[in-house]
Protein backbone atom coordinates (compact mmCIF):
# COMPACT_ATOMS: atom_id res chain seq x y z
CA UNK A 1 0.00 0.00 0.00
CA UNK A 2 2.91 2.39 0.67
CA UNK A 3 4.58 2.16 -2.60
CA UNK A 4 1.16 2.34 -4.22
CA UNK A 5 0.97 5.71 -2.60
CA UNK A 6 4.34 6.57 -3.44
CA UNK A 7 3.82 6.19 -7.00
CA UNK A 8 0.34 8.24 -7.03
CA UNK A 9 1.96 11.48 -5.72
CA UNK A 10 4.87 10.49 -8.35
CA UNK A 11 7.88 9.77 -5.78
CA UNK A 12 10.13 7.14 -5.65
CA UNK A 13 9.12 4.03 -4.53
CA UNK A 14 10.63 2.50 -1.17
CA UNK A 15 13.52 0.84 -1.60
CA UNK A 16 13.86 -1.72 1.70
CA UNK A 17 17.30 -2.67 0.65
CA UNK A 18 18.57 0.90 1.33
CA UNK A 19 18.26 2.81 4.38
CA UNK A 20 16.42 6.03 4.72
CA UNK A 21 18.30 8.95 6.18
CA UNK A 22 16.56 8.99 9.53
CA UNK A 23 17.76 5.34 9.98
CA UNK A 24 21.01 5.86 9.98
CA UNK A 25 21.55 7.37 13.19
CA UNK A 26 20.19 3.57 14.65
CA UNK A 27 22.40 1.66 12.73
CA UNK A 28 25.37 3.91 13.29
CA UNK A 29 24.67 3.80 17.48
CA UNK A 30 23.37 -0.19 17.56
CA UNK A 31 26.71 -0.64 19.39
CA UNK A 32 26.27 1.56 21.69
CA UNK A 33 22.62 0.62 22.52
CA UNK A 34 23.62 -2.98 22.73
CA UNK A 35 25.89 -2.36 25.43
CA UNK A 36 23.52 -0.38 27.63
CA UNK A 37 21.30 -3.50 27.26
CA UNK A 38 18.98 -2.73 24.24
CA UNK A 39 19.04 -4.92 21.07
CA UNK A 40 17.95 -3.05 18.02
CA UNK A 41 16.16 -5.46 15.34
CA UNK A 42 17.96 -7.03 12.98
CA UNK A 43 18.02 -4.40 10.24
CA UNK A 44 19.91 -2.01 12.24
CA UNK A 45 22.93 -4.92 12.79
CA UNK A 46 26.75 -3.83 11.20
CA UNK A 47 26.65 -6.94 9.07
CA UNK A 48 23.20 -7.19 8.41
CA UNK A 49 21.72 -8.21 5.06
CA UNK A 50 18.16 -8.68 3.68
CA UNK A 51 16.45 -11.39 4.73
CA UNK A 52 14.63 -12.06 1.08
CA UNK A 53 15.89 -13.30 -2.21
CA UNK A 54 17.71 -11.09 -4.47
CA UNK A 55 14.29 -11.24 -7.26
CA UNK A 56 11.57 -10.36 -4.81
CA UNK A 57 10.90 -6.63 -3.52
CA UNK A 58 11.04 -8.00 0.55
CA UNK A 59 8.64 -5.32 2.80
CA UNK A 60 6.34 -8.26 3.73
CA UNK A 61 9.77 -9.86 5.44
CA UNK A 62 10.58 -8.11 9.58
CA UNK A 63 13.75 -6.74 8.69
CA UNK A 64 12.19 -4.91 5.76
CA UNK A 65 10.31 -2.65 7.96
CA UNK A 66 12.14 0.66 8.11
CA UNK A 67 13.11 3.08 11.00
CA UNK A 68 10.43 1.88 14.07
CA UNK A 69 12.94 0.42 16.64
CA UNK A 70 12.46 -3.05 17.84
CA UNK A 71 14.77 -3.70 20.74
CA UNK A 72 14.97 -7.36 22.76
CA UNK A 73 12.87 -5.24 26.08
CA UNK A 74 10.33 -4.69 24.03
CA UNK A 75 10.60 -0.60 24.15
CA UNK A 76 10.18 1.85 21.60
CA UNK A 77 13.22 4.73 21.67
CA UNK A 78 12.12 8.49 20.53
CA UNK A 79 15.03 10.79 19.98
CA UNK A 80 14.80 13.99 20.99
CA UNK A 81 16.73 16.98 21.17
CA UNK A 82 14.63 18.58 24.40
CA UNK A 83 13.68 17.30 27.64
CA UNK A 84 10.41 18.31 29.19
CA UNK A 85 11.50 19.61 33.07
CA UNK A 86 7.62 18.40 34.17
CA UNK A 87 7.78 14.89 31.71
CA UNK A 88 11.62 14.41 34.12
CA UNK A 89 9.83 15.06 37.34
CA UNK A 90 7.04 12.51 36.80
CA UNK A 91 10.07 9.41 36.31
CA UNK A 92 11.62 10.46 39.88
CA UNK A 93 11.03 6.65 41.79
CA UNK A 94 8.25 7.72 44.37
CA UNK A 95 6.05 9.32 41.11
CA UNK A 96 6.71 6.18 38.54
CA UNK A 97 5.83 4.00 41.11
CA UNK A 98 2.91 5.73 42.34
CA UNK A 99 -0.67 3.90 40.93
CA UNK A 100 -2.33 7.04 39.85
CA UNK A 101 0.08 8.13 37.43
CA UNK A 102 -0.69 7.36 34.14
CA UNK A 103 2.14 8.40 32.58
CA UNK A 104 4.52 6.52 30.36
CA UNK A 105 6.86 5.02 32.10
CA UNK A 106 10.63 6.29 30.95
CA UNK A 107 13.86 5.64 31.32
CA UNK A 108 16.24 8.56 30.44
CA UNK A 109 19.27 7.04 28.75
CA UNK A 110 21.89 10.14 28.04
CA UNK A 111 23.51 10.42 24.11
CA UNK A 112 25.30 13.24 24.49
CA UNK A 113 24.94 17.04 26.14
CA UNK A 114 22.21 18.69 23.59
CA UNK A 115 19.99 15.10 22.94
CA UNK A 116 18.51 12.34 25.38
CA UNK A 117 16.91 8.61 24.33
CA UNK A 118 14.13 8.07 25.88
CA UNK A 119 13.24 4.35 26.57
CA UNK A 120 9.42 3.65 26.73
CA UNK A 121 6.97 0.58 26.67
CA UNK A 122 5.81 -0.34 23.40
CA UNK A 123 1.87 0.57 23.58
CA UNK A 124 -1.46 0.57 21.22
CA UNK A 125 -4.01 3.03 20.86
CA UNK A 126 -6.88 2.51 23.39
CA UNK A 127 -9.08 1.38 21.05
CA UNK A 128 -6.69 -0.64 18.23
CA UNK A 129 -9.12 -3.45 19.81
CA UNK A 130 -12.61 -3.16 19.42
CA UNK A 131 -14.82 -3.88 22.16
CA UNK A 132 -16.80 -7.42 21.29
CA UNK A 133 -18.74 -10.39 22.61
CA UNK A 134 -16.07 -11.22 24.79
CA UNK A 135 -15.64 -8.19 26.47
CA UNK A 136 -18.09 -7.69 29.46
CA UNK A 137 -19.71 -4.65 29.95
CA UNK A 138 -17.68 -2.29 32.42
CA UNK A 139 -14.50 -2.86 31.32
CA UNK A 140 -13.75 1.01 31.34
CA UNK A 141 -13.05 2.58 34.68
CA UNK A 142 -12.62 6.20 36.04
CA UNK A 143 -9.75 7.08 38.36
CA UNK A 144 -8.44 10.19 39.15
CA UNK A 145 -5.32 10.88 37.02
CA UNK A 146 -2.56 12.91 38.13
CA UNK A 147 -3.47 12.83 41.34
CA UNK A 148 0.30 12.47 42.31
CA UNK A 149 1.59 11.43 46.26
CA UNK A 150 2.61 14.27 46.19
CA UNK A 151 -0.46 16.50 46.37
CA UNK A 152 0.37 17.87 43.27
CA UNK A 153 -2.07 18.02 40.41
CA UNK A 154 -2.06 18.04 36.79
CA UNK A 155 -4.50 19.39 34.14
CA UNK A 156 -3.79 17.60 30.37
CA UNK A 157 -5.71 20.31 28.07
CA UNK A 158 -5.52 17.87 25.12
CA UNK A 159 -7.59 14.70 26.41
CA UNK A 160 -8.44 13.06 22.88
CA UNK A 161 -8.37 9.64 21.57
CA UNK A 162 -5.09 10.42 19.91
CA UNK A 163 -3.78 10.80 23.13
CA UNK A 164 -4.52 7.89 24.95
CA UNK A 165 -2.31 4.01 24.86
CA UNK A 166 -2.86 1.56 26.45
CA UNK A 167 0.21 -0.88 27.40
CA UNK A 168 0.18 -4.97 25.70
CA UNK A 169 -1.72 -7.22 28.84
CA UNK A 170 -3.79 -7.99 26.07
CA UNK A 171 -1.20 -9.27 23.80
CA UNK A 172 1.00 -11.20 26.30
CA UNK A 173 3.10 -12.46 23.39
CA UNK A 174 3.34 -9.10 21.76
CA UNK A 175 3.21 -7.22 18.34
CA UNK A 176 5.32 -5.92 15.48
CA UNK A 177 5.91 -2.70 16.06
CA UNK A 178 5.10 -1.54 12.35
CA UNK A 179 2.10 -3.55 11.79
CA UNK A 180 0.35 -4.40 14.69
CA UNK A 181 -1.85 -6.97 13.46
CA UNK A 182 0.85 -9.77 13.83
CA UNK A 183 3.34 -10.71 15.81
CA UNK A 184 6.94 -9.64 16.16
CA UNK A 185 7.87 -12.22 13.36
CA UNK A 186 5.69 -10.22 10.87
CA UNK A 187 4.17 -13.52 9.96
CA UNK A 188 1.84 -14.49 12.28
CA UNK A 189 -1.22 -12.79 13.42
CA UNK A 190 -1.09 -11.47 16.99
CA UNK A 191 -2.76 -13.41 19.81
CA UNK A 192 -4.65 -11.28 22.18
CA UNK A 193 -7.24 -12.07 24.92
CA UNK A 194 -10.33 -9.24 25.61
CA UNK A 195 -10.26 -6.38 27.76
CA UNK A 196 -11.70 -8.70 30.54
CA UNK A 197 -9.66 -11.26 30.60
CA UNK A 198 -6.56 -9.10 30.55
CA UNK A 199 -7.33 -5.74 31.66
CA UNK A 200 -4.75 -2.96 29.87
CA UNK A 201 -3.64 0.07 31.26
CA UNK A 202 -4.20 3.23 30.13
CA UNK A 203 -1.26 6.05 29.44
CA UNK A 204 -1.68 9.62 28.48
CA UNK A 205 0.72 11.24 26.10
CA UNK A 206 1.84 14.50 24.62
CA UNK A 207 2.11 16.82 27.84
CA UNK A 208 2.97 19.69 25.17
CA UNK A 209 0.76 21.97 26.57
CA UNK A 210 -0.04 20.19 29.94
CA UNK A 211 0.59 22.41 33.21
CA UNK A 212 1.31 21.11 36.63
CA UNK A 213 -0.38 22.93 40.04
CA UNK A 214 0.40 22.73 44.00
CA UNK A 215 -2.04 21.62 46.22
CA UNK A 216 -3.17 25.62 46.64
CA UNK A 217 -4.49 25.93 42.92
CA UNK A 218 -7.72 24.62 43.67
CA UNK A 219 -9.34 26.71 40.43
CA UNK A 220 -6.77 27.95 38.37
CA UNK A 221 -7.94 29.92 35.63
CA UNK A 222 -5.82 29.68 32.33
CA UNK A 223 -6.35 31.07 28.35
CA UNK A 224 -7.93 28.56 27.02
CA UNK A 225 -5.73 26.32 24.40
CA UNK A 226 -7.46 23.86 21.55
CA UNK A 227 -6.21 20.74 21.37
CA UNK A 228 -6.99 17.67 19.43
CA UNK A 229 -10.98 18.15 20.54
CA UNK A 230 -12.48 21.20 19.26
CA UNK A 231 -15.82 20.84 20.63
CA UNK A 232 -15.16 22.42 23.96
CA UNK A 233 -18.43 24.41 24.57
CA UNK A 234 -16.55 27.61 26.25
CA UNK A 235 -13.79 27.87 23.97
CA UNK A 236 -16.34 28.86 21.26
CA UNK A 237 -17.61 31.46 22.43
CA UNK A 238 -14.06 33.66 23.53
CA UNK A 239 -11.03 32.10 23.46
CA UNK A 240 -9.59 35.17 25.10
CA UNK A 241 -11.39 34.97 28.32
CA UNK A 242 -9.49 32.43 31.01
CA UNK A 243 -11.34 29.53 31.95
CA UNK A 244 -10.64 26.26 34.54
CA UNK A 245 -9.32 23.79 33.16
CA UNK A 246 -9.74 21.44 35.37
CA UNK A 247 -13.20 21.94 34.08
CA UNK A 248 -12.19 21.33 30.66
CA UNK A 249 -10.84 18.21 31.25
CA UNK A 250 -13.80 16.77 32.57
CA UNK A 251 -15.24 18.07 29.42
CA UNK A 252 -12.50 15.94 27.35
CA UNK A 253 -12.81 12.51 29.37
CA UNK A 254 -16.45 12.94 28.93
CA UNK A 255 -16.61 13.69 25.53
CA UNK A 256 -14.31 10.97 24.72
CA UNK A 257 -16.03 7.89 26.06
CA UNK A 258 -19.41 9.62 24.12
CA UNK A 259 -17.58 9.70 20.93
CA UNK A 260 -15.97 6.46 21.06
CA UNK A 261 -17.96 4.10 23.21
CA UNK A 262 -21.25 5.18 23.74
CA UNK A 263 -21.98 6.21 20.29
CA UNK A 264 -20.01 3.36 19.31
CA UNK A 265 -20.92 0.40 21.46
CA UNK A 266 -24.19 -1.26 22.86
CA UNK A 267 -24.26 -1.79 26.85
CA UNK A 268 -22.76 1.32 27.72
CA UNK A 269 -25.73 3.48 27.98
CA UNK A 270 -26.16 3.14 31.68
CA UNK A 271 -23.33 5.59 31.43
CA UNK A 272 -24.96 8.52 30.16
CA UNK A 273 -26.55 9.69 33.41
CA UNK A 274 -22.42 10.21 34.81
CA UNK A 275 -21.49 11.14 30.78
CA UNK A 276 -24.00 13.94 30.08
CA UNK A 277 -23.34 16.09 33.04
CA UNK A 278 -19.66 15.79 32.32
CA UNK A 279 -20.40 17.20 28.99
CA UNK A 280 -22.44 20.06 29.99
CA UNK A 281 -22.30 23.52 28.60
CA UNK A 282 -21.75 25.28 31.33
CA UNK A 283 -18.06 24.33 33.05
CA UNK A 284 -19.53 24.95 36.68
CA UNK A 285 -21.76 22.26 36.60
CA UNK A 286 -19.55 19.84 35.63
CA UNK A 287 -18.58 17.34 38.61
CA UNK A 288 -14.99 17.37 39.60
CA UNK A 289 -13.00 14.35 39.01
CA UNK A 290 -13.35 12.66 42.25
CA UNK A 291 -17.20 13.25 42.00
CA UNK A 292 -16.94 11.47 38.65
CA UNK A 293 -15.10 8.69 40.18
CA UNK A 294 -17.40 7.80 43.02
CA UNK A 295 -20.40 8.04 41.00
CA UNK A 296 -18.74 5.72 38.65
CA UNK A 297 -18.95 3.23 41.25
CA UNK A 298 -21.64 3.40 42.76
CA UNK A 299 -23.53 3.40 39.18
CA UNK A 300 -21.20 -0.27 39.31
CA UNK A 301 -22.16 -1.27 42.90
CA UNK A 302 -25.90 -0.92 41.40
CA UNK A 303 -25.37 -2.96 38.13
CA UNK A 304 -26.56 -6.69 38.48
CA UNK A 305 -24.46 -9.17 37.34
CA UNK A 306 -26.36 -10.17 34.24
CA UNK A 307 -25.83 -6.20 33.37
CA UNK A 308 -22.34 -5.70 33.95
CA UNK A 309 -21.55 -9.29 31.95
CA UNK A 310 -24.05 -8.06 29.03
CA UNK A 311 -22.27 -8.26 25.92
CA UNK A 312 -20.61 -5.64 24.09
CA UNK A 313 -20.53 -4.73 20.34
CA UNK A 314 -21.27 -2.38 17.51
CA UNK A 315 -24.26 -0.55 17.31
CA UNK A 316 -24.88 -1.80 14.19
CA UNK A 317 -24.05 -5.17 14.77
CA UNK A 318 -26.71 -7.84 15.65
CA UNK A 319 -26.04 -10.46 17.86
CA UNK A 320 -28.12 -13.58 16.90
CA UNK A 321 -27.87 -16.89 18.02
CA UNK A 322 -24.75 -17.64 17.30
CA UNK A 323 -23.35 -14.57 19.10
CA UNK A 324 -25.56 -14.98 22.01
CA UNK A 325 -24.91 -18.27 22.72
CA UNK A 326 -20.39 -17.26 21.99
CA UNK A 327 -21.49 -14.47 24.41
CA UNK A 328 -23.13 -17.12 27.72
CA UNK A 329 -20.00 -19.38 26.90
CA UNK A 330 -18.00 -16.34 27.66
CA UNK A 331 -19.86 -15.31 30.37
CA UNK A 332 -19.73 -18.80 31.76
CA UNK A 333 -16.06 -18.89 31.25
CA UNK A 334 -15.20 -15.68 32.96
CA UNK A 335 -17.43 -16.31 36.30
CA UNK A 336 -16.11 -19.99 36.87
CA UNK A 337 -13.11 -18.31 36.75
CA UNK A 338 -13.32 -15.95 38.81
CA UNK A 339 -12.68 -13.08 36.00
CA UNK A 340 -14.75 -9.73 36.77
CA UNK A 341 -16.47 -7.76 34.93
CA UNK A 342 -15.03 -4.44 36.28
CA UNK A 343 -11.05 -4.62 36.37
CA UNK A 344 -9.85 -4.20 39.57
CA UNK A 345 -6.05 -3.20 39.18
Not at 230 to 236: D, L, N, S
Request: proline share 9%; hydrophobic share 35%; aromatic share 14%.
Amino acid sequence: MEQLTLAHFGLEPFNPRIFRPEEVFWREHQRWFQDCGYMLRPRYMPDWKPSWPDNVHGMEYEDAQPLIMHPSRLCLLPRFTLFSEDVSSMMQPQLASDPLNYCVPILKVPEDNDMVILVMPLLRDCFSRAYSLSTNNMSLRYEPYFSISTHESYFFRDISVLNILMDGSMYTDGWHPCNRRYMRDNFRLAKHFSRTERPPMYYFIDFGISCRYGPDDKAPLELPIRGGDKTVPEFIDDINLPRNPFQTDIYYVGNLIRESVIDEYKSFDVMWPLISDMIQDDPAKRPTIDQVVKRFADMCKKLGTLKLRAGVGPRDESFGVVRDFFHLFTTIKYTLKGIPPVPTR
